[in-house]
Nanobody, 125 residues
């Protein structure tokens, strides 16, 4: 069964850090670019970051640049999102998803195929 599973979410105080993981089962991630997305209550889903198959290309939305870092470890079939200096406005359910771009990646969620179930990130004091 092809699936993605996110983990690592939780409750953290402003200024804190979390590392999200996106693990694949039933297929290998190294054939796909991977995106991280988030959706807060009452808001539209938005692209947070993405990484190409080769890991040579990464993109971040402006709001997280300098705070979040995406990486991939193909040997573990996992992609990570390191989130530092978290802010209350980062609170959302975070999802990872796959894209079959030959190279590069995009923050447009409509181009992604397989999605995980999401992990909740809450930033609050």
């Amino acid at each position: 069964q092809v699936q993605l599973v996110e983990s690592g979410g939780g409750l953290v105080q402003p200024g804190g850090s979390l590392r999200l993981s996106c693990a694949a089962s039933g297929f290998t991630l190294d054939s796909y670019s991977i995106g991280w997305f988030r959706q807060a209550p009452g808001k539209e889903r938005e692209g947070v970051s993405c990484i190409s198959k080769s890991a040579r290309v990464t993109f971040y939305r402006d709001a997280v640049k300098g705070r979040f870092t995406i990486s991939r470890e193909n040997a573990k079939n996992t992609v990570y999102l390191q989130m530092n200096s978290l802010k209350p406005e980062d609170t959302a359910v975070y999802y990872c998803a796959t894209n079959q771009s030959p190279d590069g990646c995009t923050l447009l969620w409509g181009y992604y195929d397989v999605w995980g179930q999401g992990t909740q990130v809450t930033v609050s004091s």
